[in-house]
């Protein structure tokens, strides 16, 4: 399974971005799917997680209500819309799958990962 991760720049604060990930070599429909961020210095966290379907969603207490994570079966493709962005948003996003059967904040219950993109707000 391969995940590639897009749509990451240099943004404003205040702007927004959206992040593309396209999943091949799998069944995309099975799999949870969730977004993950590092920055500099810190661990990777959790940002945002959303279901097979599509109807459940998680999101870091830090991103909600500027953040929406949404997937689309027939494309392959989870995506984060990323609206009001903040200068401690900047990190490299890593889009992940898991066969769970919920969603989870939980990186261990992701399996597959991408390679990442970079997320630069300048404040």
Same mark, same amino acid.
């Given at each position: 399974?391969?995940? !590639?991760?897009?749509? &990451?720049g240099?943004?404003?604060?205040?702007?927004?971005?959206?992040?593309?990930?396209?999943?091949? &070599?799998?069944?995309f +429909? *099975?799999? +949870?799917?969730? =977004?993950?961020? !590092?920055a500099?210095?810190?661990?990777?966290?959790?940002?945002?997680? +959303?279901s =097979?379907?599509?109807?459940?969603?998680d999101?870091?207490?830090?991103?909600?209500?500027?953040?929406?994570?949404?997937?689309?079966?027939? @494309?392959?493709t989870?995506?984060?819309?990323?609206?009001?962005? @903040?200068?401690?948003? *900047?990190?490299?996003?890593?889009c992940?799958?898991?066969?769970?059967?919920?969603?989870?904040?939980?990186?261990? @219950?992701?399996?597959? =990962? &991408? !390679? &990442?993109? !970079?997320v630069?707000?300048?404040?």
């Open positions: 399974v391969q995940l !590639q991760a897009s749509g &990451g240099l943004v404003q604060a205040g702007d927004s971005l959206r992040l593309s990930c396209a999943v091949s &070599g799998g069944t +429909i *099975t799999y +949870i799917m969730g =977004w993950f961020r !590092q500099p210095g810190k661990e990777r966290e959790f940002v945002a997680a +959303i =097979w379907g599509g109807r459940s969603t999101y870091a207490d830090s991103v909600k209500g500027r953040f929406a994570v949404s997937r689309d079966n027939v @494309k392959n989870v995506y984060l819309q990323m609206n009001s962005l @903040k200068h401690e948003d *900047t990190a490299v996003y890593y992940a799958a898991g066969r769970a059967t919920s969603v989870s904040d939980d990186a261990a @219950k992701f399996d597959y =990962w &991408g !390679q &990442g993109t !970079q630069t707000v300048s404040s």
